[in-house]
DNA sequence: ACAATGCTTCGATGAAGGACGAACTATGCG
DNA sequence: CGCATAGTTCGTCCTTCATCGAAGCATTGT
């Protein structure tokens, strides 16, 4: 009636619980078939089907066919900050829920946030690092310390070339209520994670399990 | 089914046109009362209503009884930055509306977003602060430069003060399809412009409108 | 070629919720 | 006190849309 971007046509597209449950899910930052998808949502296979056509539709996921597999993901950085902004607003909003935070411990601990890490040791990591002065902090802005460069280097992250993507971006966790480290470093300390094995992602989870040597590894690297 | 907080919920309050209507009207930072939200919204008071009190109930509403009016604004600035952020997709994915922008070539011009100044304006005068280096901008991190304490304080806005808010964010114009400032200090200046009358808010609009005197002093200072 | 798997389309059903008019409550004004 | 204005509550209508079973396509495997 008034004006450009139609807002509603977006936010009811992530208003249906069903479709929410897929998007959160697809918040892993791996692309999932409408199967699976499905059972996440808690919908038929058809009713999943029409979900993801009209998110499709509406602009919000990509769909990669290999074969008789359909692979749904985010539309982008952009699709998955919107999330992100809604999710928050509905974890500061909502404490009448009984459990404040996800349901699983494991997913309190570490879990995937679209493309990178999440919960108690993510934001223990953005303390230690902005403790060191590796990162300095000015509430949401985060920007590289004078020491960041060789200490990233150290562990094989460049941070001196620029990206498109901010490199560093504050993220609230909707857990722990603190922010942690979005953005490509955010990225790449999690592809580090997952590369040195230090841990594994659940499967049909975003949760991170650290194994016990791993867990070691981190913290000497980004704890110690 | 899988999850914390209520996603869906929220966003199927901003999913309703209504509802969508009011909040975007309420990213204009004045409160407004039920009639004129039914206005915007373009349905009757008894709907508005109803549509009001689930927005509050949902918590992205604040009221302010005065008297027989009940004046509804925007719970905070992380309501408005979730608004903000679905606004964005929007813009981005729904290129299919014939309009680009805002209807209205006042509204492409300046106008308020929450609490700061959007637009051409305001695009144009971030553009001009980072190439003057007053304002340093690494995508979507922007910091003060050297010259900020000086350049701020000689038009009475404090630079120096850490506020609770990021003083600095940059914020994706819908219209412009790039980034304005906001934080506190985007803030501070919008402040500046209507106190020095250099501008009016346009009634029932979020269109800020210039006058011929105040566009030259806002140019000297913010473009010069 | 035939079966099996993965997914989409079709059609029918049912529930949720948005719409408004009328009646009710509250505040302000003369 | 009585009238006007602002807003909410109630009851009812009606549209929208999520859901699922069954059937239809497409791709892979044997």
Redesign the interface.
Same mark, same amino acid.
């Given at each position: 009636?008034?004006? +450009?971007?139609?807002?509603?046509?977006? =936010?009811?597209?992530? +208003?249906?619980?069903a479709?929410?449950?897929m998007?959160?899910?697809l918040m892993g930052g791996t692309a999932l078939t409408a199967s699976e998808l499905a059972l996440? =949502?808690?919908v038929s296979l058809p009713t999943a089907s029409s979900h993801l056509s009209k998110l499709m539709e509406? +602009?919000?996921l990509t769909l990669a066919s290999q074969g008789r597999h359909r692979y749904y993901g985010l539309?982008g950085p952009?699709?998955a900050?919107?999330?992100?902004?809604?999710?928050?607003?509905? =974890?500061?909003?909502?404490p009448q829920?009984v459990?404040?935070?996800?349901?699983d411990a494991a997913m309190r601990v570490a879990r995937v946030c679209y493309d990178h890490l999440a919960g108690e040791q993510a934001v223990a990591m953005l303390d230690r690092l902005v403790a060191r002065q590796v990162l300095l902090r000015?509430?949401?802005?985060?920007?590289l310390g004078p020491s960041a460069a060789s200490h990233f280097a150290a562990i094989g992250i460049d941070v001196e070339s620029?990206?498109?993507?901010?490199?560093?971006?504050a993220c609230l966790d909707?857990?722990v209520r603190r922010s942690h480290l979005a953005g490509t470093l955010g990225a790449a300390i999690l592809d580090k994670i997952i590369a040195e094995k230090w841990a594994r992602r659940e499967k049909d989870s975003r949760a991170v399990i650290f194994s016990p040597m791993g867990k070691q590894a981190f913290e000497k690297v980004f704890l110690g």
């Open positions: 009636m008034r004006e +450009g971007p139609d807002i509603a046509r977006i =936010a009811s597209l992530v +208003g249906d619980p479709r929410a449950n998007l959160t899910a996440v =949502a808690g509406g +602009g919000l539309a952009q699709v900050g919107m999330i992100e902004a809604i999710t928050g607003v509905a =974890a500061a909003v909502g829920r459990r404040p935070g996800p349901r000015h509430d949401k802005e985060i920007r620029k990206p498109r993507r901010p490199l560093c971006r909707w857990s």
